[in-house]
């Protein structure tokens, strides 16, 4: 199709092209119909400024509504335009350029109506034009032009004799008026009202109060306006064609990722192929080693079979030519060697006769592709991810914000997101990931020790950029809260002497084993004074159930345990028949009793209701009493002061290994009491004579120590709430209970 949106100015063309022939030719290419090819024949201009023949639109139209559609598309620029109502698109503007250029190629076209001549009436081809009167002129006007002195030196030019200088004089000649009696009149002047070009008569007849300014001011102006409106449309092109370069910028890369994901896949299916082959020879020389043995049992049995057979056919062969030849010296003298014989071989045994066993082949699991082809909006080098400050036995989250490929969050329901999170010795920690469905995903881990922890991202199988993240885990500290129980003495609020402290996951209600008093003390989770439980013989231990009871252990009644209401109202004794000298309590989450007991140096395991001794632990080569005992993941830690270290035992009761040992660094005890696991599974231990707690791993690596002014009294006894990680400590003679947060 031929556009007319994209042509050299005239003078352009008239620069380059010399020959008057050639002008024509590519004038008439200019003003070719984009439909019939033909030049246009009532050229009409289109909004979008493509110019048709009207017959050639009409046609489109017709078409058009006989496919019951009600609009027609550009054939140039795929612009859709409504059918008009009257079905003709005769009310279109005409193309001025155009019609020019029509009527200068109607001038060296014979197939077309020549011009007729503007000076006379009797409507004869022009054969000339007066540059100067700017008309078309017959050979007779000519000649009457040529004698006038008024006209003689004019600027003449015949028709069949025109320069490139004269087309483009011809195509830039004023436009004459079109009204009646004005037709020797330009058209100089611009309607301001009426937007219109008009001429001099027609200001004074038809726009005599209109505002009326010249031609080429008003144009000067509109000139202006056409260039600010097309300056916008190129740098509006230069924005299109930016973003055709990117567009086929993105396209190349979606070639280069379609072949470069189909490379993967192949080469992926080809290493399952040589992994199936490898397995495959493994299995044939597996079945070829069966097949050898097998046959060599098979061949062993024949072998023996063949050599039995030999000496029977041999013994019977001898038989029968002495019988054969029936001398009775020979049969006298053979016959006992030859019954002899024949008893031996027929006595032989046997041998069994080998079955092979049954071979047979089968697939534990059938072979599984889990590969899959992704298509997604998701770029993987786009996506980023957050990361909150993490500290040890804290929750802590990592969000993982989707994006494609312009930096806009996007949201893919297929989109895959793996997190892999390790410790600095290498181990994997659980994680849970949430899909908020709007292109943020949350992935939730507990870190577990303190130190750098390695975090590896995927999306869709691509690494994020910068993965894998280096996230520090930094240590979680207790502060000091208050302190409750200042006063030494029996009255409410104060402590004789504290042997043993617990505290309620459920309701964070604390009791404190008040032994010089023989009771229990009740307070509320900020030390407020509640209640108190007597008790005949002063209680050693305390402990809390799952449902908010209080166990207690008495000094006096080995073999009884008393149970209370939170509330301290009694309930029942449990007889544990079991114990002979119970030292200290405590409460597995699973309910079971866990009691040292000095009797025999052992830390015994009891049934929830205290019936029955599950089991008991005894360190090797250790001839100490145990102190304190908690249950925690599997395992229990049992501290032993005179061997100033923790001792770990599995769940069955062996002996694993020790925590610290002697001496005053961090890591070593003198003498190891009290112990407690907090929500940071951190293991923390009450180290009497050197006034500090010291937190560990479960694992035994020391991480720090809690010490000060609090402690100027060696600290004894702890315990937590695990709800709220509220840590108590009591200390030997102070007879107070620090509270730390």
């Known amino acids: ?191 301001e009202d009426c937007k219109v070009l008009i001429c001099l008569k027609c200001s004074i007849v038809s726009h005599n109060r209109h505002l009326v300014t010249d031609t080429r001011k008003a144009a000067l102006e509109q000139k202006m306006q056409m260039t600010e409106a097309l300056a916008k449309l190129k740098a509006e092109i230069l924005l299109y ?60 049995r024949l072998e023996n079979l063949e050599l039995i057979t030999t000496q029977l056919k041999s013994c019977v062969e001898r038989g029968q030519g002495v019988l054969e030849r029936n001398v009775s010296a020979e049969i006298l003298q053979t016959n006992h060697t030859i019954l002899q014989r024949c008893e031996e071989l027929m006595n032989a045994r046997k041998p069994d006769r080998y079955k092979s066993p049954y071979l047979n082949y089968f697939v534990k699991k059938k072979f599984d592709t889990f590969d899959q082809i992704l298509v997604t909006k998701t770029d993987s080098l786009m996506c980023l991810a957050e990361f909150d400050d993490s500290e040890i036995g804290r929750e802590s989250n990592v969000v993982v914000v989707t994006r494609d490929s312009g930096g806009l969050q996007c949201y893919q329901q297929d989109d895959q997101i793996k997190v892999d999170i390790l410790t600095a010795e290498g181990d994997h920690l659980k994680t849970e990931l949430k899909d908020s469905k709007d292109g943020k995903y949350t992935v939730t881990y507990t870190p577990q020790c303190v130190g750098h922890h390695s975090v590896k991202i995927e999306v869709n199988g691509q690494p994020l950029t910068g993965s894998p993240f280096l996230v520090q885990i930094r240590q979680h500290h207790y502060q ?65 159930t799952d449902c908010g009871d209080l166990l207690t252990l008495s000094s006096e009644n080995n073999n009884k345990l008393c149970l209370f209401s939170e ?8 007889n544990a028949k079991h114990l002979k000298k119970p030292h200290r309590l405590s409460i597995a989450s699973d309910g079971r009793l866990i009691i040292t007991d000095h009797a025999n140096n052992e830390v015994k395991v009891l049934s929830p209701d205290g019936n029955d001794q599950l089991m008991s632990m005894t360190a090797p080569n250790c001839y100490n009493s145990p102190e304190f005992a908690a249950y925690h993941q599997k395992k229990f830690y049992v501290s032993y002061p005179y061997d100033s270290c923790i001792k770990v035992f599995d769940e069955t009761g062996v002996y694993i290994y020790d925590i610290g040992c002697e001496g ?78």
């Not at 064609?241 to 299916?269: C, F, G, H, P, Y």
């Not at 010291?694 to 402690?711: A, M």
């Open 480 to 544: 000091f809260s208050f302190k409750f129980g200042v006063l030494e003495g029996n009255r409410g609020r104060n402590f004789g002497g504290i042997s043993d402290i617990a505290v309620s996951d459920r309701t964070g209600m604390i009791a404190v084993a008040d032994g010089a008093n023989k009771r229990i003390q009740l307070f509320s989770s900020n030390g407020k004074f509640k209640t108190q439980v007597k008790l005949d013989g002063g209680p050693c231990s305390v402990a809390f």
């Open 567 to 574: 509330e301290g109202r009694f309930i029942k004794h449990i």
């Open 241 to 300: 064609e930016n973003e055709i370069k990117k567009q086929t910028e993105l396209k190349d890369k979606n070639v280069t990722d379609v072949m470069n994901a189909e490379k993967m896949m192949t080469d992926s299916v080809e290493e399952w192929i040589r992994n199936l082959r490898e397995h495959e020879k493994k299995m044939k020389q597996e079945f070829r080693v069966i097949y050898e043995a097998e046959q060599k049992q098979h061949e062993t």
């Open 1 to 191: 199709m031929t556009s007319h949106s994209f042509t050299p100015p005239f003078s352009v063309l008239l620069g380059f092209i010399m020959d008057v022939q050639q002008l024509f030719r590519m004038l008439k290419k200019e003003a070719e119909c984009p439909l019939c090819l033909d030049t246009v024949k009532t050229p009409k201009t289109l909004p979008c400024l493509h110019s048709f023949c009207l017959e050639c639109l009409d046609k489109l139209a017709n078409f058009a509504r006989r496919q019951l559609q009600t609009s027609i598309k550009c054939p140039v620029c795929q612009a859709s335009f409504p059918i008009p109502s009257t079905n003709t698109f005769a009310n279109l503007p005409s193309s001025f350029h155009l019609n020019r250029l029509v009527d200068v190629l109607a001038l060296h076209d014979s197939t077309v109506q020549v011009q007729k001549c503007n000076s006379c009436d009797e409507n004869n081809p022009a054969t000339s034009y007066c540059f100067v009167c700017q008309s078309f002129m017959c050979e007779s006007c000519f000649q009457a032009h040529q004698r006038l002195k008024a006209t003689r030196d004019h600027r003449n030019v015949l028709i069949d004799k025109l320069q490139a200088e004269d087309v483009q004089e011809l195509i830039e000649r004023p436009v004459i008026c079109s009204q009646q009696y004005h037709e020797d009149q330009a058209l100089e002047f611009y309607c």
């Open 664 to 741: 005053s660094s961090d890591g070593q005890f003198l003498c190891p009491v009290g112990l407690v696991i907090d929500k940071c599974n951190r293991l923390i231990v009450c180290d009497v004579d050197k006034l500090r707690l010291q937190l560990f791993t479960l694992s035994g690596k020391f991480l720090s120590k809690l010490e000060g002014e609090w402690f100027y009294d060696s600290p004894r006894c702890a315990a937590i709430n695990l709800k709220s990680n509220t840590l108590f400590v009591s200390s030997v003679s102070c007879n107070n209970i620090c509270v730390f947060h």
